[in-house]
């Protein structure tokens, strides 16, 4: 069975992955290959920062891996908090994150965003990239309690819950990560 390492440690993401991929492939974290470094992110896009993580296992491990970077893209604030999702408010506090995005927003009508995610894949000597994004727009306020992120204040376009009002198998059915990795799985079961 093939074995690829997700160069990351969110296990929401991890689960998200896997749940994808279906069991064809064994998928390792980076806890799992006892990787606990903190990997550099200092990309100014999103392809740059998923191939920053697996360059870095590449050269230090030798492994064929995938990383992700994803984010948020708000229209109105010229696409960010963009690859700095994580870190928005300067912590990686989602409750600070949100708030600093509502308050960025106020009342302004323009509500369009998307969620982004790139994937960069390196097997068999070759890199590849998959994408994958979804359309919709920023609530005023947080609605519902699962999810990750910034789902609390997301509602994908034609629907009228956000990620965070979803179950885990709707929101995975439509997600922009699912999209990518639903590409990645595509790839793989080609090799
Ligand atoms: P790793 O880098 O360790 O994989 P991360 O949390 O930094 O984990 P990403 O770089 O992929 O994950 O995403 C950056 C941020 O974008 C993430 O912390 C969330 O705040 C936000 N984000 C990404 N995907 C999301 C999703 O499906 N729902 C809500 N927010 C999401």
Redesign the pocket.
Known sequence: MLELVFA???AH?LEEVQAIVGNAFTIKSLNDIDCHDDIP?TGKTFEENAQQKTDYLVNKYGLYCFG?????EIDALNGEPGVY??RYSGSRN?EK?IDLVLEKLGDNPNRKAR?KTVISLYLNEKQHFFEGSIEGRIVDGRRGSD?????PI?IPEGYDRT?AEMSAVEKNAI???AIAVGKLADFLKTI
């Not at 992700?68 to 948020?72: E, F, Q, R, T, V």
């Open positions: 990351t440690n969110n993401k992110e992700d970077d994803s984010g948020l999702s994580a989602m994150n969620f999810g990750f992120g910034y789902d997301f990620f997600s922009h990560r």
